[in-house]
């Protein structure tokens, strides 16, 4: 049964970088049938799709957020991270990792349990 | 962008009622949507691919319908367990967009 987990700072300061990082387990993000996928959700808002990463390092990002965002894999780890530039208070969601099957049977499951990221000085 | 919009964003019904939850797009999105469960502090679930494929696991008072621009979502038989928001989510264009969910109380 795959599950993911992401790790990171919860406090980030406005102007700097949020970093985070989904570990994968009980699956490969190597796998060809699957996107390793970030969304996020401001508190008490509903969810926005960031961008996801196929193992071959190929992305594809929100163009409402592209010009901040890196989605990167690092295969030998079995993880894959988020780096999003220049935060503001806007940017203060849960963010969530997940992985999004391709083609067949398209969705995205399962879902990390997500980690709050907030911005403030 | 294509746009997700559902209604209503809140109801509240008795056990045992009918739920049902519509979804329109903006465009023709064929049968490219999903539905997610997200209960009070959790990450979503998916229980709805491809508009009217049940997840495997997922109980069969789910359900869903719909193609082109209109979908519906049903809870033949509301238990205390389905409380929570379900959301709609396109996968035809990117950037793959969500609706503005639906968050679903016990009368």
């Known amino acids: 049964q795959v599950q993911l987990q992401e790790s990171g700072p919860g406090l980030v300061k406005p102007s700097e970088t949020l970093s985070l990082t989904c570990t994968v387990s009980g699956g490969s993000v190597s796998s060809g049938s699957y996107y390793w996928s970030w969304i996020r959700q401001p508190p008490g808002k509903g969810l926005e799709w960031i961008g996801y990463?196929?193992?071959?390092?190929?992305?594809n990002y929100n163009p409402s957020l592209k010009s901040r965002v890196t989605i990167s894999v690092d295969t030998s780890k079995n993880q894959f991270s988020l780096k999003l530039s220049s935060v503001t208070a806007a940017d203060t969601a849960v963010y969530y990792c997940?992985?999004?099957?391709?083609?067949?049977?398209?969705?995205?499951?399962?879902w990390g349990q997500g980690t709050l990221v907030t911005v403030s000085s | 962008d294509i746009q997700m919009t559902q209604s209503p964003s809140s109801l509240s019904a008795s056990v045992g009622d009918r739920v049902t939850i519509t979804c329109q797009a903006s465009?023709?999105?064929?049968?490219?949507l999903n539905w997610y469960q997200q209960k009070p502090g959790k990450a979503p679930k998916l229980l709805i691919y491809d508009a009217s494929n049940l997840e495997t696991g997922v109980p069969s008072r789910f359900s869903g319908s719909g193609s082109g621009t209109d979908f519906t979502f049903t809870i033949s038989s509301l238990q205390p367990e389905d409380i929570a928001t379900y959301y709609c989510q396109q996968y035809d264009n990117l950037p793959f967009t969500f609706g503005g969910g639906t968050k679903v109380e016990i009368k």
């Open positions: 990463i196929y193992y071959s390092g190929s992305t």
């Open positions: 465009q023709d999105i064929s049968n490219y």
């Open positions: 997940a992985r999004d099957r391709i083609a067949v049977a398209a969705g995205i499951d399962p």
